[in-house]
């Protein structure tokens, strides 16, 4: 994730705890283990869903399928991420409220100490739902929305949608939840982006995040709608806009792009240019968060119980939790996958293996190198960065 709103205007929110060491006010503790840092965990707690998402990477349906981890399983689960020290479990799915036990295996995850967050589509959050989450002390509700009104509708296969979604936000705000809006960018929607910032005004919303379009699941059969690279800098700079005018209308959100770390190279040159000093201290972040962190700070279990370097990763296993505990997976280095995204420097090819940034991006993202390539150590197809950028000598401080 790139902290937009922390690069261009110094606003500290709860996510940099995680990004920066650094923590903002109010922020919700959670488990600090010794040794390397611990992943956050997204669990694909189930693949059903009640929508059918044209970028879905789970490929989510409408039905329950066999094999997902039952309350038992679950709450096994979530007890070794304990013990091992995971700081936070992110719910996701499919549709994570189509689970019925949803609520007590948050309420168990508290219990061990693990901060809580939930991703869902957000129409089934009832007023009752919303007040449980607050009850439970979830961090974040991330609610997602792909467009304004009918293009939403289109773009998640169900007719009311949008609406169902804007009345789950808002029974989310009412009881005091802290709501981020998630919006994946493709060549369908990327102009609604001033719409969603003036909707995320006018609603309260805390939070918004840009994801750039992962070729996974059924997002890959939207590669050819994925943006060009010229439309991504144009977007980029959108966002920056809009993020700046907020600020400085006392309007202040935490404003991010995830998947996609060539925004914060952008970000940075522009800024050189523009503003020195601030470019400085940009580049001191960027250094510190380190980049695509899949396999290292990120990782995910799907709903049978197979750990992944990150949720994109459905078609690779790096073990089943029913043979060896999370912990026990997380920290087999011997696994090549795994062993080679915490040292992929060496590993990459292409423009990634030659860019003079690579200490701030780490490669980007992998999987989408592989849907394009084939090859899980090639350069990502989705970086926008021009040979100059790349080639531009060492970075400042260097």
Not at 334 to 357: D, F, I, S, T, W
Not at 391 to 398: A, F, H, I, P, T
Request: with cysteine.
């Amino acid at each position: 994730m790139i902290s937009i709103s922390r690069l261009l205007c110094d606003t500290i929110s709860p996510g940099d705890s995680l990004r920066y060491g650094e923590k903002a006010p109010h922020t919700i503790p959670f488990n600090q283990s010794a040794g390397p840092p611990r992943p956050v965990v997204v669990w694909n707690c189930t693949r059903q869903c009640n929508l059918h998402c044209l970028h879905c990477y789970a490929s989510a349906g409408n039905q329950k399928l066999p094999g997902e981890l039952s309350t038992a399983e679950g709450q096994a689960f979530i007890r070794g991420l304990g013990e091992f020290g995971v700081p936070v479990i992110l719910f996701s799915g499919g549709e994570p409220l189509l689970r019925e036990d949803l609520f007590a295996l948050a309420d168990f995850a508290t219990r061990q100490g693990i901060r809580v967050a939930l991703s869902t589509n957000g129409t089934m959050i009832t007023g009752k739902a919303a007040r449980k989450l607050k009850s439970l002390g979830f961090a974040e509700v991330g609610i997602s929305l792909d467009g304004i009104g009918e293009k939403n509708d289109r773009f998640r296969g169900l007719d009311g949608a949008y609406e169902a979604t804007l009345q789950g936000i808002r029974r989310c705000i009412a009881v005091g939840l802290r709501v981020s809006l998630r919006l994946t960018i493709t060549s369908f929607n990327y102009r609604e982006i001033p719409a969603i910032f003036r909707l995320a005004e006018e609603e309260g919303i805390d939070r918004l995040c840009f994801y750039h379009l992962a070729y996974s699941g059924r997002g890959d059969r939207l590669r050819d709608h994925d943006i060009s690279h010229e439309q991504t800098r144009a977007v980029v700079d959108v966002i920056c806009h809009h993020t700046r005018e907020l600020y400085a209308r006392g309007l202040a959100k935490e404003v991010l792009t995830v998947g996609n770390h060539a925004d914060g190279i952008y970000l940075y040159l522009k800024l050189k240019k523009e503003d020195p000093e601030r470019a400085v201290r940009t580049l001191a972040l960027l250094r510190t968060n380190g980049g695509n962190s899949s396999g290292i700070k990120i990782g995910a279990v799907d709903n049978r119980g197979n750990v992944h370097p990150d949720q994109f990763w459905w078609h690779y296993s790096l073990g089943n939790i029913h043979e060896r505990s999370f912990g026990d997976i997380w920290s087999d280095t011997a696994e090549p996958v795994l062993g080679g995204l915490r040292n992929r420097k060496a590993l990459l090819k292409g423009r990634c293996a030659r860019c003079h940034y690579l200490d701030l991006c780490n490669g980007n993202l992998r999987v989408r190198a592989e849907a394009v390539f084939g090859d899980v150590w090639a350069e990502d197809p989705a970086c926008y960065l021009t040979e100059a950028e790349i080639s531009n000598g060492r970075v400042d401080g260097e």
